[in-house]
């Protein structure tokens, strides 16, 4: 089929459809509303489990279904060059080993805006010489395959250590004594700093209206607010409350280095601390 300028084809799909409008090179996305260049377009259908190949030097398409609903990224010219144009981006960065807790936190992104972007990287500049940077759990496709099932994840940005430190970083976050430096801060020096940094790179990269974060790191919480609001950057900070498992223990993936006599016990902190909660 060749595409002609005065032809538009709709797809019904749910509760979307997708209209093509290629008399001015663009595409709407009824039910999305936002629209978006051809080149674009195949991004669209992918995210809404609804995939037309196009071939863009000769408007050749063949429709059919496909089982990817985001794309995954490793560059950040390729992520720019997928959200250009985007407006109303919802971002949630994390460290991969996906559980419930992010899952969460993706689906709340949906709530606040379209596209979301995902992001895993493992940043080592938060890591300090003898924690588990080595050994901190690496799971890209099970990630994918969750974020698949999920089908709320637009792009899924995941580079490589090189694409996000080309070159020695010299240039840091540097966050308050009052605030990067005590608490989780005064026990892991450089931790908040390491934070701060690589979320500024992603913060530029992605540009998103909101981003969202777990009450579950809560002090990182406050430094990423604060960090946002003393640079100006135009993206509100979300927060979503700490997900727990059917005991009480709030998921993480480092759950996996507990012991059972440790998980007992951080169990019991929780239950005590809303025990004695409910009594004030």
Sequence with gaps: VIISAEEEDLIKFKDYQIKYLLGDNTVEVSGVGTK???????????YKKT??????????????????????VKTFLELRQQLSGQLRTAYVPTMGNLHEGHLSLMRMARQYG????????VNPLQFGPNEDFDKYPRTLEEDIAKLEDLRD?????APTLKEIYPEPQSFSVQTPDNLGNILEGEARPGFFEGVSTVLMKF?????????????????????????????????????????????GLALSSRNRYLSDDEKAEAISLYNTLTHMEARL
């Design 36 to 46: 978006m260049k051809l080149s674009q377009l195949k991004l669209a259908l992918d």
């Design 51 to 72: 995939i037309t190949m196009i071939d863009l030097n000769s408007g050749k398409y063949n429709k059919g279904i496909t089982n990817k609903t985001n794309l995954y």
């Design 203 to 247: 913060f530029s990269c992605v540009q998103p209206k909101v981003a969202v974060f777990g009450k579950k790191d809560y002090q990182q919480l406050m430094v990423v607010r604060q960090m946002c609001r003393q640079f100006q950057l135009p993206v509100e900070i979300v927060a979503h409350e700490t997900v727990r498992d059917e005991h």
């Design 114 to 121: 379209d596209p979301v972007v995902a992001s895993i990287f």
């Design 153 to 157: 994840v637009y792009v899924l940005f």
